[in-house]
C-alpha cells in the first residue's frame, strides 16, 4: 500500500492540547480507529496470490539482500523498526497507543503451506519488545504510524496499524493495515528470511484496492506509483551494512 493520501477528511480531523513536553492528540487518535477492510491477517495465507479477498488485487515481490548473519541481524533489526519505509523515502511519524491496544492484541489466524489454518486467531499479551543498535523499539502489533511522503513543503500523509508481527529464528517481520484516510484499503507485509545456505531475503506480499470513488479514478496511476515505491521497499537493506 502506499501511503499517498491526503490529509485525514473532517471526521479525524485533529485537535491538540498542550502538556509539558509533548503534544497530544485530543480527538479520535489513530489508536482509536478501526482498520479499512475485514481480512486482517490474510497476507499470511500460503495462497493469497491465487485466492485474495474478494475485490482485492493481491502482489508478491522477492528479492535477496545479501548473505550471512550480519546481512540478516542488520535486516532484521531495519525491517522492524520501519527501516524499510524510511529507506523508501517516507517519513515515519509512529503514534503511541494505549497499553490496552498493545498489550491485548489480536492475532489472526495462521496458515501452513497448504493454505489450511494452523492456528486460530486469539487475544495475545504482546512480549516486551526488543531493540535496534539505535535503541528504538521494534513494532509491535497495535502500533500505529503516520506514513508521509515530502513534496516541498507539503507532507502527504497516511495512516496505518501494525496488524501482526513475525518473530522466529531465522524470519522476522510485520504486516500493517490500512486506517481511514489511507488512498487504499489493505494489508501489506514484510517479512526478512535466512535460507539454508546464507542468503538473505526479504518478501514483501500484499492485497488492496482504492479507498474510495476519488482513487478509483486515479487507479492506473496509482498502481504505477506502488509498483515505483514497492522496488524502492525491496532495494532499502540491500546496501552496505551501517557500522
Known sequence: MLPVAP????????????????????????WERSTTYAAVGATKAADLLQY????????????????????????????????????????????????????QTYTPVGFDEAGEPVEP???TSAEQPDFGPDGAA??????TAWLK??????????????????????????????????????????IIDQTKDGSVWMTIR??????????????????LVQEFYTRRYLRALAGPIPE
Open 7 to 30: 490529509e485525514p477528511c473532517r471526521t479525524f480531523r485533529r485537535r491538540h492540547e498542550r502538556v509539558p513536553g509533548r503534544t497530544v492528540v485530543a480527538a479520535r487518535a489513530l
Open 52 to 103: 485474495p479477498p474478494r475485490g482485492f488485487r493481491p502482489i508478491e515481490r522477492r528479492a535477496r539482500l545479501g548473505h550471512g548473519a550480519d546481512r540478516f541481524a542488520y535486516a532484521a533489526s531495519a525491517v522492524m523498526t520501519w527501516g524499510v519505509q524510511r529507506g523508501a523515502g517516507f517519513i515515519v511519524d509512529a503514534m503511541h497507543s494505549p497499553a490496552a491496544v498493545t498489550d
Open 121 to 123: 486467531a486469539s487475544m
Open 138 to 143: 521494534f513494532v509491535v502489533p497495535g502500533d
Open 149 to 190: 511522503i515530502p513534496l516541498g513543503p507539503l507532507r502527504i500523509k497516511s495512516p496505518v496499524r501494525v496488524v501482526y508481527v513475525v518473530n522466529e529464528p531465522n524470519r522476522i517481520g510485520f504486516a500493517y493495515g490500512t486506517l481511514p484516510g489511507h488512498p487504499e484499503n489493505g494489508e501489506e507485509a514484510w
Open 206 to 223: 500484499a492485497f488492496s484496492r482504492p479507498a474510495n470513488f476519488f482513487w478509483w479514478l486515479g487507479y492506473p496511476a496509482l498502481r
